[in-house]
């Protein structure tokens, strides 16, 4: 989620004096790295999973849930080896390494060490995501479990946490749930603080209610404490925040309070990297719609299967005029969107990207794109990095205000850090061994270890096809971002269709250029809209689809029988949750919800059923559950 730093944060009316200071300081220090490393070239890939826990206690005896927020703890206890070792203690390097995240109740788990560029070592992600299952359980209170649900189902619903706490603080002042939730490090309550205080409003998040046979129509949700004015917000409910036939959320932990599986790989060089950006922005919302697993909030079914929307929404900071609704004044821009969202820009110089690509009006910040430029960063990383840069840095330590700006990067990394796009171009931090990274940020967290090895270890070796076979998918990026709302439908996996290019072997886009059948490829008929199956699996007569043009990529190479056998297992899960033949995690959860004895057909999600709901995906992660509508033969 970011970097930790220490010290005192600012309030806004503060930090926002310094904004201009960061700012510049973060583009100095961007291009000092820029200076030293853009030549820079590494060998090989070293790559690495993130994968986020929400902690629940389980009360067997009574069949109900909490959420628990003793993820602090937990954490120390998983962060001793990782201690040990770097105080020199010992040679043993830790298993796992351990992150907070925004939630009190979440935490993070990366490998020890990045994976190497072998096929052997795709055979080390399962085990290694099913060691931190078991460290983390074993660093947990016995009633309680880490859980791989994008959210806690019940988050925000009244006496859902550990310890009983009202919904009256006063950094979020959200209705449904208290400041305990986030994280206590002072970088998150003031990163929620300073979202409202710059939005002027708190955030205001509306996901549409999935609609049953008794399910009122229209839906005015009576949970929400509409009279209730503890603070001025409150009254932003009633006012018409709260929309009808949607679940309402007011808070952060809504949204960076869910859980998601991120892929980050290191590149050989920059134009390696900055190719691999370009390649991924179209995969993303794919990617998105396939590990779609999000389709219930605050107690209610959503007519949505993602998060990604609600998380955008939860971190919105944009001012009544940056988002368009007041005439521009004080602000300097109208933005689009949120800093958590799609990419905005392609960055590639490669031949295969064409300025028609970009065909969405960039915002982004003149002067800083001048300096860049004057500083002979080429128009295209220019225009990305002055995009980021729009952005106000929302938190800020006193104690770190002045830095060497040939030697940290912090003022930098606060603003590219809180960009939270659906990729990232990640350069090197200063004074490491670590080169250009890429870091693919779309996917939804899966119920089991071996889902979620499957799709970390179809992302790697779909850019190692991407780079091997000189794939071109470019698409414009307007419609990337058609994509990225098509991906939320529900089950948009089986009734949707996708933008999508049509012939991915051209390398040369030019308007006659001519495909591999010897065809003239127009412009316009660049791209057409497929299935998620067509996508994945092929189109007679068209795109060949990725499981099979990863396929031949591995016939290419010198693979052992076992490791290609575990590949086969962990495409064909793709495969076939991309024909529909296997659910998505989003359909199997609605599907536990509607089946169960207890569900009114009503949209609510409550206690008993959420119970029998996570219980029944942890024991499906422990491989105590079969599940074949979700995993098929395979075992979790
Ligand atoms: N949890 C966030 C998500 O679901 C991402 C936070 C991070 O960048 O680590 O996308
Ligand atoms: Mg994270």
Redesign the pocket.
Known sequence: ??LLSLGTPLHWNEAKQYADHVRSHGIDQFLSVYRKQRSRKKQCLLWGD?V?YVVVKLDKENRRTKLSLRAFDILAQLQKPEQEYNDGNTEQPPDALWRP??GRF?I?GTPGAPYGSTFRDLMNVEPSMKRRRQLAHEAMLPDEIPVTL?NYPRLGCPHELDIDIEPHGKAVQSMFVPDEVTNPHARFPTLAANIRRRRGAKVEINMPIFHDKNTPRPFIDPTIPFDREVFDHDREAKNGAAKPDHIYMDAMAFG?????L?ITFQACNIDEARHLYDHLAPVAPIMLALTAATPIFRGYLADTDA??NV?AASVDDRTPEERGIKPLKNDRFVINKSR?DSIDTYISNDSMYKDRYNDLDLVYDKDIYEKLRNNNVDDLLARHMAHLFIRDPLVIFKELLDQDDENSVDHFENIQ?TN?QTVRFKPPPPNSDIGWRVEF??M??QITDFENAAFSVFIVLLTRTILSFGLNLYIPITKVDENMATAHKRDSVLNDKFYFRKNVFTNDGNKNATNGNGHTAAEEDEYELMTMNEIINGKDHGFPGFVPLIHSYLNSTNIDIETRCQLTRYLSLISKRASGELMTGASYLRKLVTSHPQYKQDSVVSPEITYDLIDTVDRIARGELKAPELLGEFNA
């Open positions: 989620m970011g993130e986020e995240e925004y979440m993070e994008v960076m309070g869910c859980c998601c991120q998060r990604w998380i958590y850090s939270w940020r779309s939804e967290i």
